[in-house]
Antibody, heavy 116, light 110 residues
Framework: QVQLVESGGGLVKPGGSLRLSCAAS????????MRWIRQAPGKGLEWISY???????FYGDSVKGRFSISRDNAKKSLYLQMDSLRAEDTAVYYC??????????WGQGTLVTVSS | QSALTQPPSASGSPAQSVTISCTGT?????????VSWYQHHPGKAPKLLIY???KRPSGVPDRFSGSKSGNTASLTVSGLQAEDEADYYC??????????FGTGTRVTVL
C-alpha cells in the first residue's frame, strides 16, 4: 500500500526539542524529493523543509537554523529534528512526497503542541 | 511570500456545481502552469485533486476540474456529492523550489 505515516508529535515546552519520523511504504522512496508541510491551528499550509533524493536540504525562513531534515533511504524514512521550539511552531506536521511540481502523496499528519 | 487568496467558504446543493477561486500574483500563478488543488477531510491525509492547472490524477472523478486565467486559478466541483464536503487548498509553484498555498475553502454540501 502506497502511504506515508508520521509519528513523534506531542506536547513540548518552549525551547524544547522533538523529532518527527515518517515511514514510507509501497513506492521507491529514494527516488523522490520529500517535504515537511505544516498547518497551524486556523491557518493555511506552509512548507517548512524539503530534501532531495541526493539529500540536499532546504528550509523555510520560519524554521531555518532550528529544524533539520534528513532521510534514510534504506529504512524508507524521513525525519525532522525540531529544536528551540516556539509556540508558533504548534501545528499539524505532514510528511509529503513531491513529484514534478505537485504534492501527490500526504501522510495523515502528526500534531506538535508547544506550550508551557 | 503571501498566501494565495481563497474564499473561506462555498456551498451548494447535491448535484449542483461550486467553483472556488485562488488568487495569486504574477510571481506565482501568473508565471507558472503549476497550480495544484488538494482536498482535505479533517483528520485524514490531504489528497491531490488537480495538478498542472487542469490535470487529474488517476482515480479522481472528472467532476473535479481546474482552470486558470491570469493570476487566478479556479477549481470547479460539478455534481456535488455529500462526500465532497471538505476543505480545499490551492498551491502554486513560485520559483526556486518554493511553493505558496491558498488560505483554504470549506465546501459545504447543503
Amino acid at each position: 500500500q502506497v502511504q506515508l505515516v508520521e509519528s513523534g508529535g506531542g506536547l513540548v515546552k518552549p525551547g524544547g526539542s522533538l523529532r518527527l519520523s515518517c515511514a514510507a511504504s509501497g513506492f521507491k522512496f529514494s527516488d523522490f524529493y520529500m517535504r515537511w508541510i505544516r498547518q497551524a491551528p486556523g491557518k493555511g499550509l506552509e512548507w517548512i523543509s524539503y530534501i532531495t533524493s541526493d539529500r540536499t536540504t532546504f528550509y523555510g525562513d520560519s524554521v531555518k537554523g532550528r529544524f533539520s531534515i534528513s532521510r534514510d533511504n534504506a529504512k524508507k524514512s524521513l525525519y525532522l529534528q525540531m529544536d528551540s521550539l516556539r509556540a508558533e511552531d504548534t501545528a499539524v506536521y505532514y510528511c509529503v512526497r513531491e513529484y514534478f511540481y505537485r504534492f501527490d502523496l500526504w501522510g495523515q499528519g502528526t500534531l506538535v503542541t508547544v506550550s508551557s | 511570500q503571501s498566501a494565495l487568496t481563497q474564499p473561506p467558504s462555498a456551498s451548494g446543493s447535491p448535484a449542483q456545481s461550486v467553483t472556488i477561486s485562488c488568487t495569486g500574483t504574477s510571481s506565482d500563478i501568473g508565471s507558472y502552469n503549476y497550480v495544484s488543488w488538494y482536498q482535505h477531510h479533517p483528520g485524514k491525509a490531504p489528497k491531490l485533486l488537480i495538478y498542472d492547472v487542469t490535470k487529474r490524477p488517476s482515480g479522481v472523478p472528472d467532476r473535479f476540474s481546474g482552470s486558470k486565467s491570469g493570476n487566478t486559478a479556479s477549481l470547479t466541483v460539478s455534481g456535488l456529492q455529500a462526500e465532497d464536503e471538505a476543505d480545499y487548498y490551492c498551491s502554486s509553484f513560485a520559483g526556486n523550489s518554493n511553493y505558496v498555498f491558498g488560505t483554504g475553502t470549506r465546501v459545504t454540501v447543503l
